[in-house]
């Protein structure tokens, strides 16, 4: 079975610190994929990033930045100079795909972060 | 190129009633999948269309819900009748084939009251 677990529920920074929020999986797979999402208050899902299993290169766009590590099971998400607008509720997912054709989406519980000014 | 769009964006219907959401995935994307989150909880997968069949409803929740997809394009999602814990945000989401992003759309707030 899949599992992501999002220990931090919630997490209130002040602009411009520092924030990594943290993802831990579990899967048998040896073939699965990893996102971010991001929901702001509007509630839409953004989607930030997509990692595969086989690619454990860190990633950095912007301020944002992914961290993956197999041996720890670990996707870690960090903002640098965290902004107001950063403040969502954060999704870490987990999918195993089924025969190529695409596969459900295990989510963590989420993380509400808070920016404040 | 259009996202996924959701129709309607909200919805507040009394216990007993029917409501039916309708999802227009990405034009081209095979995969739609339909998810929800209720009262805060974490997003929870639904079921999952690969074109006009479902590949996986094992989260279908009930037999009051009902999922379609007619031709393989638009997909409705109908609950009937309502209760009150069905109240949430229904999550449609469409990718192109395996291994690629899932896109969301905005989402269908449904109240039952």
């Known amino acids: 079975a899949q599992k992501v677990t999002q220990a931090q529920t919630e997490i209130s920074v002040v602009e411009k610190e520092d924030v990594t929020l943290d993802c831990v999986y579990e899967?048998?797979?040896?073939?699965?994929?990893l996102f971010w999402y991001k929901q702001p208050p509007s509630g839409e899902l953004v989607f930030l990033i997509r990692r595969n299993s086989f690619d454990e290169q860190n990633e950095i766009s912007g301020r944002y930045s992914w961290n993956f590590q197999k041996s720890t099971s670990s996707f870690n998400f960090t903002i640098t100079a965290s902004q107001v607008v950063d403040s969502a509720v954060y999704f870490c997912a987990l999918s195993v795909e089924i025969y190529n054709q695409g596969g459900k989406l295990i989510f963590g519980q989420g993380t509400e972060l808070s920016v404040k000014p | 190129e259009a996202g996924v769009t959701q129709f309607p964006s909200h919805s507040v219907i009394e216990k007993g009633q029917t409501v039916t959401l309708r999802c227009d995935p990405i034009?081209?994307?095979?995969?739609l999948y339909w998810y929800r989150r209720v009262m805060g909880k974490e997003i929870k997968f639904l079921l999952h269309?690969?074109?006009?069949?479902?590949?996986?409803e094992s989260g279908m929740p009930n037999n009051r819900f009902l999922a379609e997809r007619t031709g393989g394009t638009y997909s409705t999602l109908k609950v009937q009748p309502a209760e009150l814990e069905d109240s949430g945000v229904y999550f449609c989401?469409?990718?192109?084939?395996?291994?690629?992003?899932?896109?969301f759309g905005e989402g269908s707030w449904l109240t039952v009251v």
């Open positions: 269309f690969v074109k006009e069949s479902k590949q996986d």
């Open positions: 034009s081209g994307h095979d995969n």
């Open positions: 899967t048998r797979d040896t073939t699965y994929y």
């Open positions: 989401a469409s990718s192109h084939g395996g291994g690629n992003t899932i896109y």
